[in-house]
């Protein structure tokens, strides 16, 4: 979060109201690591715009002129890793009830059931869409690489370029490729001043507390109009970067200032914070803003203990209000709702069995949701059934960036879903209908080709032992002329695996293996890249580290 020791403004509002008891040190820890790296990577231009309204902050480089968007994304974030086993109900699959017998959903209250799954009670509100078929559940979604760490797997899911060092999210490539550029109004944080990374880049995004906050701090009434008339003169004769900061944030105050004086709708949202997100994005979608993409937080939803039953617990707590405020939301958007699509997403999922505090444990696949336009309702998602045992996960067998290419493909049809999601071949799902009309023409980008083996020589020997103290080096490969000229590149990714449960640890070429990696297995994923082919990746493997001779 950016703090400005300037005077006269508006204080930070942190999420300290979320439910975080229930949790594990890990995801505490991963909040305050987002809010420190975010802080550090946007206090540049953050401490002017901050100095301007309240505690909001425009985060990279000048951006082009904003325009009306006629479709818009939302993005809401469950964090904490949400238990996807308890929001849709495999209730078809014996072992969910024989792993839970304190805290299973009983199959008669379930909602919209089918032969193999059934809602959450909690979604009551959202039953209207559901039939209407403008809700999809794809369960059994993920990361296809399993990691128990809230934190590496928010960074990881919202930067979906597995192995990449670039720090740039998929939402701010998605704005990247907009024709025209992204302009300081495309894309909008609600309920968060740390960016997170998703919209993390080279374009420009916002990010607030909440819409309230995207104002002016200084004189109100009849004197606002000159205050704001003497900072516009005040920043044309400023140096850079001020100038432009400054009045890039007077722009983006005034760009959402039809939305934030919007008379309140007769929408009945949740209290709390998802629903004062909500309602502010549906405020900016109705005024017409600009926005394209808008990205909201529920957190927290990591529950190691009290998950609870349908009379209370921290998974009613949490489910009852996500269920509401998504009801109240699309009821708020009225006609406007035509252009909306909604998509949720969490880190990774929970495990099957429950434990002895009556909560559930880090796991892997969940279901992610998507409401709104272009959907075809329904459940979706290959069902891998389920293991009555201590570390058991829901296995993925969808990968996360499948869903949200689809989405992403059907909103934009022009924009180059490789450019978005690079190294990723999509495989269609069925939940979104054909090409969104309207919008803009975007760059067209070829597809990209196969690398061709005759770019290598060689691919290299990895060097090194498989015991603590030992330098293992990475196999670098031998380019013929020809891969050469194609200029490919060589990045690295370290991973150990133990148990199925598998944990990136460095990019680096070589390195000397610490004691902590004694009893997993070693091995370096190389990726290969070149501009117009698409990426490929060799594994190599070091076996089961042992102790130093």
């Not at 949400?82 to 024989?98: E, F, I, N």
Request: charged share 20%.
């Amino acid at each position: 979060m950016i703090e400005s020791p300037l005077p006269g403004l508006a204080s930070a509002d942190p999420r300290a109201a979320d439910p975080l008891a229930a949790g594990c040190d890990d995801f505490t820890a991963s909040v305050s690591r987002r809010t420190a790296i975010r802080s550090a990577l946007g206090i540049g231009i953050g401490l002017v715009a901050a100095s301007v309204f309240g505690d909001a902050f425009v985060e990279t480089a000048y951006a082009a002129g904003g325009k009306k968007a006629d479709r818009v994304l939302v993005v809401l974030s469950l964090r904490g890793a949400a238990d996807g086993l308890s929001l849709v109900v495999p209730h078809a699959d014996r072992v969910y009830y024989q792993a839970r017998p304190n805290i299973a959903v009983p199959k008669d209250k379930l909602l919209a059931g089918d032969s193999q799954f059934g809602l959450h009670p909690a979604f009551a509100p959202i039953l209207p869409l559901w039939k209407a078929g403008r809700v999809a559940a794809i369960h059994a979604t993920g990361q296809v690489v399993t990691t128990r760490s809230h934190f590496a797997a928010m960074e990881e899911v919202e930067d979906a370029d597995p192995g990449s060092q670039a720090r740039v999210g998929w939402l701010n490539r998605l704005i990247s490729v907009r024709a025209g550029g992204a302009s300081d109004t495309t894309a909008l944080q609600l309920g968060e001043t740390v960016l997170a990374t998703q919209l993390a880049g080279p374009a420009p995004a916002v990010s607030t507390a909440g819409l309230d906050k995207l104002k002016l701090v200084g004189p109100g009434g009849s004197d606002a109009a000159g205050w704001e008339k003497a900072l516009t003169s005040l920043w044309a004769d400023a140096p850079d970067p001020v100038a432009r900061g400054g009045g890039r944030a007077l722009a983006v105050a005034q760009a959402y200032a039809s939305a934030r004086e919007a008379t309140a709708s007769s929408a009945e949202y949740p209290k709390g914070s998802l629903g004062d997100a909500l309602k502010g994005a549906a405020k900016v979608i109705k005024a017409d803003a600009g926005a394209e993409v808008i990205t909201i937080d529920q957190g927290s939803w990591d529950h190691h203990q009290w998950v609870g039953d349908l009379s209370n617990g921290n998974l009613k707590n949490m489910a009852e209000p996500l269920g509401k405020g998504l009801a109240a939301f699309f009821a708020d958007l009225g006609a406007m709702d035509k252009k909306v699509t909604l998509v949720t997403i969490s880190e990774f999922g929970r495990r099957v069995k429950e434990n002895g505090n009556g909560g559930l444990d880090h796991g892997h696949g969940n279901v992610m949701f998507v409401l709104g336009s272009g959907v075809k309702g329904g459940y979706y998602g290959r069902w891998p059934g389920l293991e009555n045992t201590e570390n058991a996960d829901l296995a993925v067998t969808t990968d996360y960036r499948d869903v949200l290419s689809e989405v992403v493909g059907a909103l934009y049809p022009e924009r180059s879903l490789a450019a978005i999601f690079p190294q990723f071949q999509h495989k269609r799902l069925g939940f979104m209908t054909t090409a969104m009309t309207g919008g803009d023409t975007g760059p067209a980008t070829p597809a990209p080709k196969k690398m061709p083996s005759r770019f290598f020589s060689s691919y290299g020997k990895r060097a090194g032992s498989s015991r603590v103290g030992s330098k293992v080096t990475a196999p670098a490969p031998r380019l013929t002329a020809a891969g050469k000229k194609a200029k490919v590149k060589t990045t690295y990714r370290w991973e150990t695996v133990k148990k199925g449960n598998t944990k990136k640890r460095g990019s680096k070429r070589a390195f000397k293996i610490p004691a902590s990696y004694l009893g997993y297995s070693l091995r370096v994923r190389v990726t290969y890249k070149a501009k117009g082919y698409k990426a490929k990746t060799k594994t190599f493997s070091w076996g089961t580290v042992k102790k130093k001779k």
